[in-house]
């Protein structure tokens, strides 16, 4: 292998902004702008992790001819380039730099046990224009480095591996200005000793005169659990009384965890606040100029059947039930809640991934909002688990399983939620839950027409279903 000491001077992430990085993030599954060409990278920071074998940490940015950019964190490491190619280093490899390959050292989990280390070490690495700092949350989670390390599933929009199977580090891929929601919440709940989440043990972030990220979170990981979603598909067609149970108890430790939110007052970022209206315009705005803007371009074909046509329906209904009264305090929710966003242990619902919509702005993710945003996503995904019985392995739920679990999340959750989170009675309740079920449904809509047209008539009969409302 080459020297070390001359790899560290040819400046390798400066080296690669013009050598094979830009093409390699273009093709990543976590690279968010697939539909925009990468018109060059600057190397923003990177710092030596480790000597040797040499392990970068680096944060790049990519820009695009409009001007805009984003930015990603990278881990880089190094091999003799006769040693990789074929496998899975050779897709892992960036570039070739004095006979050596610079690859994402994420492709082989071990090298994350460096981040783990310095996690528990609470380390800082001081740079010419800010900060690496590495916290540890619970100094008694004790993983030892020689523990294996595997990848968690599917690498997609992060990288998260698991340590020893007790320990699971998220590395975030594209970085926004700002503290990632999944830290802020995670820190919160797990320092006000919410039982349903996997606790937060540590994180690593940046700090720069020009820029500040969150750049991954260590939590616990928890074995023995099982996906709310695929739990789902599971018990509908087999036990659906035995899963209607777990959903009667999954409303309960929804309501649960919104109180949490709501308990801190002397924290702005988390002290309930009174709704504006001025939201609330906003928000029925959007989803109008959604309406318009979809209908007018549905297909014509049977999946739109049953709503084709009915645009202005649609949006008068949106109008006559933004007219009501909000009502009930606004709070941090999870952002984007729903089944897939759950685990199920031998013993309890766990709530997991609290970053909110990947698609939207850090600043939009962080806002407060009704703690009934969540409870409609949520009943949006009983919608789709209860269709994706059938589409994905051609069973079948009982009739009008739906309508049940809607009725035992709701009947749990509003037992057991602060009262002063909800508008006041049941009218102006369902009246606001319904607004927020039109949003998700029209979301829904516009991504089933754009990526899976079999899915198409979930959002569609969502939609019916609001119509047809009293």
């Known amino acids: 292998m080459a020297d070390p000491a001359r790899l560290q001077e040819l400046d390798i992430p400066h080296v690669l902004e013009d050598r094979g990085l830009p093409e390699w993030i273009a093709v990543q599954r976590w690279y968010a702008s697939k539909s925009r060409s990468i018109a060059g990278i600057e190397i923003v920071e990177s710092v030596i992790l480790r000597e040797d074998p040499l392990l970068l940490l680096t944060l790049a940015q990519t820009r695009f001819a409009t001007g805009t950019h984003e930015l ?130 540590g994180w690593y972030e940046y700090e720069g005169h020009a820029l500040s990220a969150t750049l991954g979170v260590a939590q616990d990981f928890l074995p023995d659990a099982i996906g709310g979603w695929e739990l789902a598909l599971q018990e509908i067609p087999t036990e659906p009384e035995r899963f209607l149970q777990r959903v009667g108890a999954l409303g309960s430790v929804t309501a649960e965890m919104h109180n949490v939110l709501a308990s801190d007052a002397g924290d702005p970022a988390f002290s309930p606040e009174e709704p504006s209206t001025e939201a609330m315009s906003l928000l029925t705005a959007t989803v109008d100029e959604d309406i318009e803007r979809i209908f007018v371009r549905l297909p014509d074909n049977e999946r739109v059947g049953p709503i084709a046509g009915r645009g202005q329906d649609v949006r008068e209904r949106l109008a006559s039930r933004s007219q009501i009264g909000v009502g009930g305090r606004v709070i941090r929710t999870h952002g984007d809640y729903h089944l897939g966003q759950t685990l199920c242990t031998p013993t309890r619902w766990v709530i997991i991934d609290f970053e909110g919509e990947p698609a939207r ?110």
Not at 169 to 185: D, S, Y
Not at 377 to 394: D, K, Q
Not at 444 to 465: F, S
């Open 72 to 201: 990603y964190q990278l881990l880089l490491t190094l091999e003799p380039a006769s040693t990789i190619e074929d496998g899975d280093a050779a897709t892992a490899q960036i570039a070739r730099v004095d006979g050596c390959a610079v690859l994402d050292a994420l492709a082989d989990p071990d090298q994350a046990t460096e981040l783990l280390r310095r996690i528990r070490s609470g380390d800082r690495i001081e740079t010419e224009d800010g900060c690496f700092s590495f916290q540890c949350a619970d100094p008694s989670v004790d993983v030892s480095e020689a523990a294996p390390v595997r990848l968690m599933g599917v690498e997609q929009s992060n990288s998260s591996l698991v340590f020893d199977e007790r320990l699971v580090l998220k590395v975030f891929r594209k970085l926004e200005p700002g503290v990632n929601p999944e830290l802020e919440v995670l820190r919160f709940l797990t320092s006000h000793e919410f039982p349903n989440i996997a606790p937060l043990r």
């Open 361 to 470: 702005a850090l600043p939009e993710r962080r806002q407060k909002r009704s703690a009934l945003r969540d409870v409609a996503s949520m009943l949006r995904s009983f919608a789709y688990v209860t269709s994706a019985v059938e589409i994905l392995h051609g069973g079948s739920a009982p009739p009008d399983f739906e309508q049940h679990a809607r009725e035992r999340f709701l009947e749990q959750y509003l037992a057991t939620v602060d009262a002063t989170l909800l508008p006041p009675g049941e009218a102006a309740i369902s009246n606001l839950l319904s607004i927020y079920e039109l949003e998700k449904a029209i979301y829904e809509l516009q991504y089933e027409l754009n990526n899976r047209p079999d899915w198409v008539a979930i959002p569609v009969a969502g939609i019916v279903r609001l119509l047809e409302e009293v």
